[in-house]
Each structure stands twice: as structure tokens, then as C-alpha cells.
């Protein structure tokens, strides 16, 4: 009789345990507040080169669900490729967000301060605000045009990608600027390793600007690997990723892509 009562017990505890983190599941919990305006036009032809490096964005696979960020996310080029969820906070105002939608957008730009405004009327990029300057595209999928800008709640989340990671190499002798693109997972980059077919030791890479790392040794007519670590810890290894036959300009494809 008490081996039944306790079992009741248990399964009665169990159940309102599996109750409670069913109804923490559909609250925004960890969800940030902020605001969003948009940029680039209709078509996010003003969207392409940013901050980050990445260039043509349609070319490189990130389309028009993109955003710039404000300083306080920024974090001058880390946040670079991350992904983020974001929806229109109706709860602050119905009138310019639309119901039951989100969207999820890359971090591909910077969205400067605007020293000359104060922070609550117009500076909306300034520190320490975090700020979604979204392509119009994205921002119309939740947002009412005439609004211009909307209150939002928005997350981190992982980077779905297809197909490999992929390496371009710019630069010139003794200097390789090596922009990763098409990182899933975490999206953004914590720390890069090179090395040569002929080099035999790894060499680390310093953050050079947005997306960019660079190498100061010469690699001319090596074949080069990748060390790649992503801000969530993970790291792979890109061996020979690139051929001895290399020049600045080209962009190389993996096989390779996080989880």
C-alpha cells in the first residue's frame, strides 16, 4: 500500500514537472528586449558589402534575412555570422507588428551611433542599446512598413547552413586575409589556425577586421589548412583545403560543416 502511494506520488510529481517545463517551452524565456528599424530597400540591394565582409550577400548564400547590429551586440566584427530570432513585441504595440510571425537573420553589418541624437529618440544604434537594423525584406515579415521601427524580443540561435564552410583568400604576399563564410552552429568565428604543406607547425591567425583573419607568413604555393574554432566551443579541421595552386582572390569550399 506505501510502495503504491509513493509510486502515485511520484508520477503525480513527475507529471507537473513535465507540466511546468511544457508551459516554460512556450515563454520567451532567455528572449531579450529591443527595437528594429530597416535598411537596403525593398530588394536589399543597400544591404550588400557591410561591416562584416561578406560582399554580395546573395552570392554568398545569406540572402535577405540579414541584419546590421548595433555597438552593444557588435562586439567590433565577433558577432559577425551569428543568428539570431527575432519577433515583434505586441504585447508593446499592436498596431505596427505582425501576429504569430518570426524571423531569423544573420549578423552581416554594423549599425554605427548616432552621437548627435540621445538614445530614446532617433540615436537608436548608440551605446548601450542593442539594436536590429534588419534588410526591409526581413523586417517586413514582422513588422508593418509604416511603422519604420518596432519593438522586438529576439534570441541567439544556431545557423543552418548547406553544404561546407567556405574560405576566401585575399591579400598579397606575407599577408593572407581569410574570410570564412557559410559557418552554421554558432556562426561566428573565436579563434583560426593556419598552416602549410610545407610549414608542418600550426600558426594562429589575428582577428583583422568584421569576419576577417589574417596571416603574416608566406604561403605561396602551399597547400594550406584550417584550424577553426566557433564561439560555442567547437572546432574542426579543414586539411588541405585549399591546393598549392591558390591565388588571392579565390574562394575554396569544404566538405566540412559544424554542428
Known amino acids: 500500500m506505501a510502495g503504491t502511494y509513493v509510486r502515485t506520488a511520484v508520477a503525480l510529481a513527475l507529471g507537473c514537472l513535465l507540466l511546468a517545463i511544457a508551459a516554460d517551452a512556450l515563454e520567451p524565456s532567455g528572449w531579450v528586449r529591443a527595437h528594429a528599424t530597416f535598411y537596403g530597400g525593398s530588394d536589399a540591394s543597400g544591404t ?18 540579414t541584419t ?27 498596431t505596427w507588428c505582425k501576429p504569430g510571425v518570426s524571423v531569423t537573420v544573420t549578423a552581416t553589418n554594423f549599425c554605427p551611433p548616432n552621437w548627435d541624437l540621445p538614445s530614446d529618440k532617433g540615436g537608436w544604434c548608440n551605446p548601450p542599446r542593442p539594436h536590429f537594423d534588419m534588410a526591409q525584406p526581413a523586417w517586413e515579415k514582422i513588422g508593418v512598413y509604416r511603422g519604420g521601427i518596432i ?22 604576399d606575407y599577408f593572407e586575409l581569410v574570410l570564412p563564410t557559410n559557418v552554421a552552429a554558432a556562426g561566428s568565428i573565436r579563434a583560426m589556425d593556419v598552416r602549410g604543406s610545407k610549414s608542418g607547425d600550426w600558426m594562429a591567425m589575428a582577428h583583422n577586421w568584421g569576419a576577417n583573419w589574417h596571416s603574416l607568413a608566406y604561403l605561396n604555393g602551399q597547400g594550406l589548412s584550417f584550424r577553426v574554432t566557433i564561439t560555442d566551443g567547437q572546432t574542426l579541421v579543414f586539411s588541405n583545403v585549399v591546393p598549392p595552386s591558390w591565388r588571392f582572390g579565390q574562394t575554396f569550399s569544404s566538405n566540412l560543416q559544424f554542428k
Open 48 to 65: 550588400m558589402g557591410g561591416a562584416c565582409g561578406y560582399g554580395n550577400l546573395y552570392a554568398q548564400g545569406y540572402g535577405a534575412r
Open 151 to 172: 519593438p522586438i524580443i529576439y534570441q541567439r540561435v544556431p545557423c543552418v547552413k548547406k553544404g561546407g564552410v567556405r574560405f576566401t583568400i585575399s591579400g598579397h
Open 68 to 94: 546590421a547590429l548595433s555597438t552593444a551586440l557588435f562586439s567590433d566584427g565577433g558577432a559577425c555570422g551569428q543568428c539570431y530570432k527575432v519577433v515583434c513585441d505586441r504585447k508593446t504595440d499592436k
